[in-house]
Nanobody, 123 residues
Framework: QVQLVESGGGLVQPGGSLRVSCAASGSILGINAMGWYRQAPGKQRELVAVITSGGTTEYADSVKGRFTIFRGSVKNTVWLQMRSLKPEDTAVYYC?????????????????WGQGTQVTVSS
């Protein structure tokens, strides 16, 4: 059983900073990529940032230069540092990971999601 647990989030004023983290646990053989998605009310879930096992990062155009994704010092953790936050960044932020596990001796790659953490940017 694999779990992704997010922490951080909350209320911040425009222009402020916030950091969210995600920790993966369980019977994990390897993590191919970890990332963050967000979903605002009435909108589709969208990619915010992703980091591969090799350290390659990708960002949505809307957050480039403001957000940074990086792996934590603790194994199987990822952080998202958000700066210069705008009201349009308000959303539920979800952690996502492509994880390889073994099922009856067979390798299986699956997508896992965290429960989501609310980020609200408002004065």
């Amino acid at each position: 059983q694999v779990q992704l647990v997010e922490s951080g989030g909350g209320l911040v004023q425009p222009g402020g900073s916030l950091r969210v983290s995600c920790a993966a646990s369980g019977s994990i053989l390897g993590i191919n990529a970890m990332g963050w998605y967000r979903q605002a009310p009435g909108k589709q879930r969208e990619l915010v940032a992703v980091i591969t096992s090799g350290g390659t990062t990708e960002y949505a155009d809307s957050v480039k230069g403001r957000f940074t994704i990086f792996r934590g010092s603790v194994k199987n953790t990822v952080w998202l540092q958000m700066r210069s936050l705008k009201p349009e960044d308000t959303a539920v932020y979800y952690c996502n990971a492509e994880i390889t596990t073994t099922v009856l001796g067979t390798l299986k790659e699956s997508d896992y999601w965290g429960q989501g953490t609310q980020v609200t940017v408002s004065s």
